[in-house]
């Protein structure tokens, strides 16, 4: 729009980033802007009583009320565009039924900024157009009144110029408020007689080329799935009279053949005796908005580092199988592959190479997968395969040709080179199977028979085979971990930590038992691996938070002389919320200082959840837990992640420690670990200190504590 003086504009924002976002965006633009700047309702109010201004830019939500505030006191000529926030579509239909000229819509990237000499220019001409309509309005009456003695015989026809001249107006109003979208007029049969420049670009149609065409020819949409035409809403608001959505999933086809993913609204214009005089088709190209929440789909069911289907997306999977296999008699099978020798790269060459190792068998996977099937990583080193139409036997083959193509593979990493295998679990999906747990209990067994067997090898389940019975063994720790948390058969131990200086209080580190219906005491080395395998760990750490911090707040001598407590937590917990709040939630409610309390966490746990450990760390230590890294050393990349783990103390695994009275090589470890740790300002504590001699040579090192057999033995808690 050409204009010879500024536009003298009223802005009205209480934030004052935005004023300064604004304030950049003209300069830089070089826009022809007089603005001036109300940062509250009464400011605006005070300033619209002084002065006139040609278009007002009003922000919805401000300090002392909205912009609804302020719109009695604009006058009528005077335009408003209100600017909203995301998701406030509510407030634009309110402003735009106040008589809002526009609206935009804010985002947090300031793109909207972009909008408003966009959005200022069609509102001004639309102004203009409106003042010309107007002066036509005036100047037709006037000559109607000269020579109403002349138009008496042409009385009809003047009444038709009218109407038509009511139907023009009323199309231009519409068009003029819908003039930041793609818009398209059509009379009642179908024909254009209107497009905007927005519809121009995205149907690649000019106004003097769409004219008097059926609609048809010109706005081309089909459905984005299966690729089929879709009714025109123009033609169904045509015959059935109703204002039009398209549905989800709209695709429009341009002039020259590419396609936009649109959202539009197709809308009857109605005369004065409320017949349809033609339709409005309003639309806009959302395929960045459909693309991103395309995007957000795949990533919730595909794995981020080798893009195959995540462990969600199989289950679905497997699950829609278990309901197929009800209704038909089809053949599936399901291969469970865990690839042999991974965690020896991961801790020898670090997690880059384990995640490029990863990427690298993927790749090989895929060239031997058919099409039809599935291949996911269900976790860690993991991969599952569903096959579809697949008899056992053919299965078979197929698995031991994954099988052949991963044995054959030799890693590359650093001038290193390394042969790694898989062991595969086999089993057809039959109608054994009811429920997807138990579909997944046994091919996980399957899988721990091929390693059992002596791994790099295929294992092809049978019903009631004995194998997978005798590995089930550890699987009916599920039942029996379950029944001692719910009638509570979990006992509490305790190990002194002993400081190599002077005491300063009881500091112990506490430990779990199982006390079986038989009273027979269970160490932890006969069920933890079967609850870290199958789930149950978060909630076993659960029960020994709470009931270690319920003890302490009914033992409140105990509670005054202790010094530290420590709680070891499992990786799975170290991931979890509601471990977090389960924490948080019982230092609140006992009432106890959070500053006693210790929580170990592995190394290798701590690592494979580097930044979910880190989170859980931060949280719980700005109310004053500390932490301890067990088992320090155990991991070959220990100390290039110990500078990003916010722990207090580390615990130097006692594979190191047991030996340095003997061992020139572990009494070396232990000493740099500790000179490390203290130069990083964390204290350090030994374990399996099993003989004073231990104990004197990690006194001479310097070691903050020491914890074994020969300092004391586990306990239960409260003897």
């Given at each position: 729009m050409n204009r010879k003086k500024p536009v003298n504009l009223l802005l009205?924002?209480?934030?004052?980033?935005?004023?300064?976002?604004?304030?950049?965006?003209?300069?830089?633009?070089?826009?022809?802007?007089?603005?001036?700047?109300?940062?509250?309702?009464?400011?605006?109010?005070?300033?619209?009583?002084?002065?006139?201004?040609?278009?007002?830019?009003?922000?919805?939500?401000?300090?002392?009320?909205?912009?609804?505030?302020?719109?009695?006191?604009?006058?009528?000529?005077?335009?408003?565009?209100?600017?909203?926030?995301?998701?406030?579509?509510?407030?634009?239909?309110?402003?735009?039924?106040?008589?809002?000229?526009?609206?935009?819509?804010?985002?947090?990237?300031?793109?909207?900024?972009?909008?408003?000499?966009?959005?200022?220019?069609?509102?001004?001409?639309?102004?203009?157009v409106e003042a010309e309509l107007e002066s036509y309005r005036r100047h037709l009456e006037k000559l109607?009144?000269?020579?109403?003695?002349?138009?008496?015989?042409?009385?009809?026809?003047?009444?038709?110029?009218?109407?038509?001249?009511?139907?023009?107006?009323?199309?231009?109003?519409?068009?003029?408020?819908?003039?930041?979208?793609?818009?398209?007029?059509?009379?009642?049969?179908?024909?254009?007689?209107?497009?905007?420049?927005a519809a121009e670009k995205l149907t690649e149609w000019r106004h003097a080329e769409a004219l008097g065409r059926p609609i048809d020819e010109v706005f081309h949409i089909i459905d984005e799935k299966t690729r089929k035409p879709l009714p025109n809403p123009v033609a169904q608001c045509l015959s059935e009279g109703e204002a039009k959505i398209l549905m989800s999933g709209t695709v429009l086809i341009d002039r020259l053949g590419r396609e936009y993913a649109i959202q539009d609204s197709a809308a009857p214009i109605r005369g004065e005796g409320n017949e349809i005089q033609g339709v409005v088709l309003v639309f806009s190209d959302v395929s960045h908005a459909r693309r991103l929440s395309r995007e957000l789909a795949y990533q919730a069911s595909h794995d981020p580092l080798t893009g195959l289907v995540n462990r969600r997306e199989f289950e679905t999977r497997l699950n829609r199988v278990l309901q197929t296999r009800k209704v038909c008699e089809d053949q599936f099978a399901f291969c469970y592959l865990d690839l042999d020798q991974f965690k020896v790269i991961n801790d020898t060459c670090g997690h880059t190479a384990g995640d490029e190792l990863l990427k690298q068998v993927t790749s090989l996977l895929q060239r031997k997968v058919r099409k039809r099937d599935t291949l996911a990583r269900l976790g860690g080193d993991e991969f599952g395969v569903l096959m579809e139409h697949c008899g056992i036997e053919q299965a078979e083959r197929l698995a031991d040709e994954l099988r052949e193509i991963i044995a054959d593979y030799r890693f590359n990493w650093n001038n290193q080179s390394f042969h790694i295998g898989v062991s595969i679990g086999l089993m057809a999906i039959t109608e054994e199977f009811n429920c997807l747990n138990d579909l997944l209990m046994v091919a996980d067994a399957s899988c721990y028979a091929a390693k059992d067997a002596g791994r790099n090898r295929v294992f092809v389940y049978q019903k009631n085979d004995e194998e997978i019975r005798r590995l089930s063994g550890q699987m009916q720790w599920v039942a029996k971990l379950n029944d001692a948390l719910d009638h509570k058969r979990f006992q509490l131990y305790r190990q002194p930590i002993c400081t190599t200086g002077t005491q300063n209080g009881e500091h112990y580190e506490i430990l779990v038992r199982i006390l079986s219906a038989d009273r027979e005491v269970i160490l932890p080395g006969a069920f933890i691996p079967a609850a870290e395998r199958y789930g149950l760990m978060s909630r076993i750490d659960e029960y020994i938070i709470e009931n270690t911090l319920l003890w302490f707040a009914e033992h409140s001598g105990a509670l005054a002389d202790l010094s530290m407590c420590s709680i070891n937590l499992s990786g799975q917990t170290l991931g979890s919320d509601s471990a977090q709040h389960c924490i948080q939630a019982a230092l609140k409610k006992f009432n106890l200082p959070a500053d006693r309390f210790c929580f170990e966490v592995t190394e290798t746990a701590a690592i494979a959840?580097?930044?979910?450990?880190?989170?859980?760390?931060?949280?719980?230590?700005?109310?004053?837990?500390?932490?301890?890294?067990?088992?320090?050393?155990?991991?070959?990349?220990?100390?290039?992640?110990?500078?990003?783990?916010?722990?207090?103390?580390?615990?130097?695994?006692?594979?190191?420690?047991?030996?340095?009275?003997?061992d020139p090589v572990d009494l070396a470890m232990v000493k740099s670990i500790n000179e490390i740790g203290h130069l990083l300002g964390k204290q350090t504590i030994a374990e399996f200190v099993e003989t004073e001699e231990i104990y004197l040579h990690l006194l001479e090192l310097g070691v903050d504590y020491a914890q074994g057999f020969w300092l004391g033995r586990p306990e239960p808690l409260g003897e």
């Open positions: 009205v924002e209480d934030d004052l980033a935005d004023q300064m976002s604004f304030k950049r965006f003209v300069k830089q633009e070089q826009l022809p802007y007089d603005y001036t700047i109300a940062g509250s309702v009464a400011e605006a109010v005070d300033l619209l009583k002084k002065q006139t201004f040609e278009i007002v830019l009003a922000d919805h939500a401000l300090g002392d009320g909205t912009a609804f505030d302020i719109v009695d006191y604009i006058p009528m000529a005077t335009p408003i565009i209100f600017v909203t926030g995301s998701g406030n579509e509510a407030v634009a239909v309110k402003a735009l039924k106040l008589g809002a000229a526009d609206y935009l819509t804010k985002d947090l990237n300031g793109e909207y900024l972009h909008l408003i000499p966009i959005t200022i220019d069609n509102v001004l001409k639309a102004k203009a109607v009144e000269e020579r109403t003695a002349e138009l008496r015989l042409e009385i009809d026809y003047r009444k038709r110029a009218e109407e038509r001249l009511m139907q023009e107006k009323e199309r231009a109003q519409v068009t003029l408020k819908s003039i930041g979208d793609a818009v398209i007029v059509t009379g009642d049969t179908g024909l254009i007689e209107f497009i905007n420049p959840n580097l930044n979910q450990a880190t989170r859980f760390m931060g949280a719980l230590k700005t109310l004053g837990c500390r932490f301890a890294l067990d088992d320090f050393g155990s991991g070959l990349s220990s100390f290039a992640y110990l500078k990003n783990l916010p722990v207090d103390f580390l615990k130097i695994d006692g594979m190191f420690v047991k030996d340095i009275c003997c």
